[in-house]
């Protein structure tokens, strides 16, 4: 279920991006959003178990990676005209790769890589608190 969340939450908000955000900027928001959606996917469905909570950390992070890269890959359609916006998924994943890499990637990506990561596992952890109290709560 978190999987799923991450995969669907990466490419409806990679796309945003994509088609609305052409600084590269939005990641904050995008990480956080991403980072809460698996969290309450994971949360809801794995219950009280660490593993499952722990599964938020890898799923949030390839989300926001996923999202970030299907951004770029749309934006590299749009900029250069022999590329449509479907190539660099369907194999020509070079000058998407490439246009990440030096025009979208910066050091402030780290700390929403790593936002959305703690978000993703402690988010998880609290709505597996809150849907299945311990023995002594009420």
Request: proline share 5%; glycine share 14%; hydrophobic share 50%.
């Amino acid at each position: 279920m978190g999987a799923a969340t991450a995969v669907v939450s990466a490419l409806a908000l990679g796309f945003a991006q994509g088609s609305f955000g052409r600084t590269g900027h939005e990641l904050g928001y995008w990480a956080l959003a991403i980072g809460l959606l698996v969290g309450v996917a994971l949360g809801a469905a794995g219950g009280r178990s660490l593993p499952a909570s722990l599964c938020g950390i890898p799923l949030a992070t390839a989300g926001v990676a996923v999202a970030q890269l299907l951004a770029a890959a749309l934006q590299v359609g749009t900029v250069e005209a022999e590329y449509s916006a479907v190539d660099p998924l369907t194999g020509h994943a070079g000058p998407a790769l490439a246009y990440w890499r030096h025009e979208i990637l910066s050091r402030n990506d780290i700390a929403f890589y790593t936002v959305a990561a703690l978000e993703g596992f402690l988010v998880a952890r609290r709505v597996a608190e809150l849907r299945s109290p311990s023995p002594g709560r009420p």
